[in-house]
């Protein structure tokens, strides 16, 4: 007999990529890290791989892995961003992963490959992302995995059902979520979330023999950490837990929050999470894993669930589709009626969208359902595009069909991003989590007017319109609006960008850039001198397109890209702008300090020195945002002369840009600009 106490951290970021591009763009709100994915990597994933620890007397001080001595998730999109952009981070967690046993299904759960909500998910798209789900894990621990964990805990019986069938043998849920239980051959008894006994795994019956193996968070103690400061104090913590622990028995008391909460939400909460863990080691009982604690154990209880349920909100899964009155970070008088049309809208376009893409696909592949399924091995690097085509298209040889095919896959992808959960959460449409699922939208929608000619949009942005922000004036209408604002990258402007590069010179021109590759090829005949070619591909899709560009400087930091891609194509010319932030970034940089140099910092101290010597130009501005919004972190000097620069342009009344650094004024603290950018306010 042994007294359990555990720890479950659900890792999980909404995805942030530019999903035309693949990479991040700025996030000011995040200053000085570049975007929010970067700071809570700092304040919290970094911070909970390695935990440095005091000694508390009995023991020398040393780092300690909390997520070696528990159990976590990782949502497979985040973790696709840790893998690229903080490797020690991915290296860690999968390392850790393997503390018990060297088993990593016994630590790490997997997750559905989008954070939807899967009981309001149409059947085939919630088989898909759990089997998208389950091929990532497989792809990052080399095992399968026996537990998942579901989004917001949200669950119903087809969720669990599609669970079992794909080998998925636990999950875990909230107290809150129980309705009765029995014993083996025992009375149900009706329970609640102060009620239910969590020290003991339960299992939900299922079709066809199969069952589900439920573990409970503590409610109470959960909440306290999540939204208390029960995490404050890691002594008051671990003697919290052992309170509850049930006395002389084996069972466990398991906290259940969002790994965020530690370090992010709540500052040095990895310190206290680390620090309760050890304290339990040494003095009351054990801590492990869940796969660990479920081993061998024998689930003898069993649990009616309240479905559809979730942990974060009281009324089932209606936050994710109606105004039930949860919400996070309302005012008075806000109210939340546009989920209902906010889902309605993508509930529409999934299904006209996917009806038309099942048409399409069935003419190119041998079976459809296991083209769609198996796409999720693409997703999970696990298979190459080039081998996914060759197994599933009837000719994989004939000219197109590799990039048609893999142009619906991804349109199916872009339209499950679409209900990534978050956009319903908060209290307002016009924050950027709803605008991150209409981007989505918009790829999708994209996509299959390129690719087959079907054009959804007018439609679609008329049932948005039904969306109503509590901000005056904005509707789903206008929030699509914006969503266009947004550089839309394609192969002309990203051909764009590579001309621009390649004009800055000592080779740094990037020929990977997010999804896109880029390459010069030599000039036809006829073609003016001027005249770059510039073959791009979409990783993606296999898209092949050429270019032709024409790109010349203006002025110190100017730059004049035209493009094209027909012989008797006009010439589009793209705005400094629309090139992209890091594109601009990189070409000043070149041009002030050295070709090819990334040295941001000193990039703004020369323009600083440059605009000393005459008159600013919007260009300037535009270069000036550009470097500072590509840093990855922002030294106190380097601020300091992003503040001078500020300064030079701002004394400039003449300067048409000076809405552009409004932003970046507003991150350093600067009010040189006024709150609204408004030249008039300028002292
Ligand atoms: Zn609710």
Redesign the pocket.
Known sequence: MTRTAGFFFHFYQPPREDPWLGLVANEWSAWPSHDWNERITSECYRAMVAVSLASDGDDEAGLFEPLAESSFDVGPTLHHWLECNAADVDRSLRHQARHVADAPSLVALAAPMVHAILPLARSEDRARLVAWGIADYVARFHERPRGMWLPETAVDLDTLEVLAARGIEYTVLMAGQAVRVRDDDGEWREVDATTLDTSRPYRVVLSEGRSMTVVFGHRELSQRVAFGDLIADGTALADAMVQELPPGDDGLVLLVADGETYGHHHRFGDLGVAWALRRLQRHFAVTTSLGEWLRGRPVTSEVELATASSWS???GV??WRSD???TTGSSPGWHQGWRRPLRDSLDWLRDELGASLVDELAVLVASVDDTLEDYGQVLAGAASAEEFVTAHAKSPRAADVSSRVLELCEVYRNLLLSFTSCAWFFADPAEIETSIVLRYAAVAIGLARRSWGLDLEAEFVTRLSAVESNRAGVDGAVLWGRVHDHTRHDALSVAAGFAAETLAGGGAARTVRGYWRCSLVGPHAGDAEDVRRVDVTHALTLRRTQVQTRAFRAGTLGLRVAARVGDDDAWTDVRLADLGADVVALTATSWLVSAGSLDYERAIEMLVAELLTRPASDDDAVALVAIASVQRWVSPSGEASIRRALFALASDPALDARALLAPLARAVGLDVLGSSGDPSAVQ
């Open positions: 909100c009281a009324h209606e936050r039930c009155g949860c």
